[in-house]
T-cell receptor, first 112, second 115 residues
Framework: DTAVSQTPKYLVTQMGNDKSIKCEQNLGHDTMYWYKQDSKKFLKIMFSYNNKELIINETVPNRFSPKSPDKAHLNLHINSLELGDSAVYFC???????????FGPGTRLLVL | AQTVTQSQPEMSVQEAETVTLSCTYDTSESDYYLFWYKQPPSRQMILVIRQEAYKQQNATENRFSVNFQKAAKSFSLKISDSQLGDAAMYFCAYATNFGNEKLTFGTGTRLTIIP
């Protein structure tokens, strides 16, 4: 029983392409997040949605656009991919007010 | 803004021994959560332990325990009876207890277990 799942797990693409990463959680949580882990393993929040409403939007280029069709799903679309977008992207979920976030397996994105 | 500092980029410990990983944080809030996450080579982020700031008692989970010093803003992780499966990156993280509950992470400590 996968709690937080992401697809795909690996993504290799050329500069300038557009790609999407999908995330789904079956924990019944109301809040979902996207984090980026760079090559030095540093993790940083990108976006957060609570009940389909955007509540956190850190300083992220406009090429990144999250979408939450319902509270169990959070997708990340990236336009015009750049070399610097290469990273591992993690989805996470939590119940607001409970603190603990549960992470998906990550999507390793490599831009060539 | 909240910050989390892990001053030990790498640590190593003999199998079956005890090791302590350090973490300090900075915040002006009085109510918050602190976490330790483990990231093995599989890259999965696994919750190890969590501490609520209002609780004075230190959290424990089997071989894992924390030393939470609220006044000193310190949150160290002790791993007892270290096992080969404990080898991983360990991240200390902070989250507020209200509003935007994003996790702010430290830079991580890579733990090596020596057989």
């Amino acid at each position: 029983d996968t709690a937080v799942s992401q697809t795909p797990k690996y993504l290799v693409t050329q500069m300038g392409n557009d790609k999407s990463i999908k995330c789904e959680q079956n924990l019944g949580h109301d809040t979902m997040y996207w984090y980026k882990q760079d090559s030095k393993k540093f993790l940083k929040i990108m976006f957060s949605y609570n009940n389909k409403e955007l509540i956190i939007n850190e300083t992220v280029p406009n090429r990144f656009s999250p979408k939450s069709p319902d509270k169990a799903h959070l997708n990340l679309h990236i336009n015009s991919l750049e070399l610097g977008d290469s990273a591992v992207y993690f989805c996470a979920s939590s119940q607001r007010g409970r603190g603990t976030q549960y992470f998906g397996p990550g999507t390793r994105l490599l831009v060539l | 803004a909240q910050t989390v500092t892990q001053s030990q980029p790498e640590m190593s410990v003999q199998e079956a021994e005890t090791v302590t990983l350090s973490c300090t944080y900075d915040t002006s809030e009085s109510d918050y959560y602190l976490f330790w996450y483990k990231q093995p080579p599989s890259r999965q982020m696994i919750l190890v332990i969590r501490q609520e700031a209002y609780k004075q008692q230190n959290a424990t989970e089997n071989r894992f325990s924390v030393n939470f010093q609220k006044a000193a803003k310190s949150f160290s992780l002790k791993i007892s009876d270290s096992q080969l499966g404990d080898a991983a990156m360990y991240f200390c993280a902070y989250a507020t207890n209200f509003g935007n509950e994003k996790l702010t992470f430290g830079t991580g400590t890579r733990l090596t277990i020596i057989p």
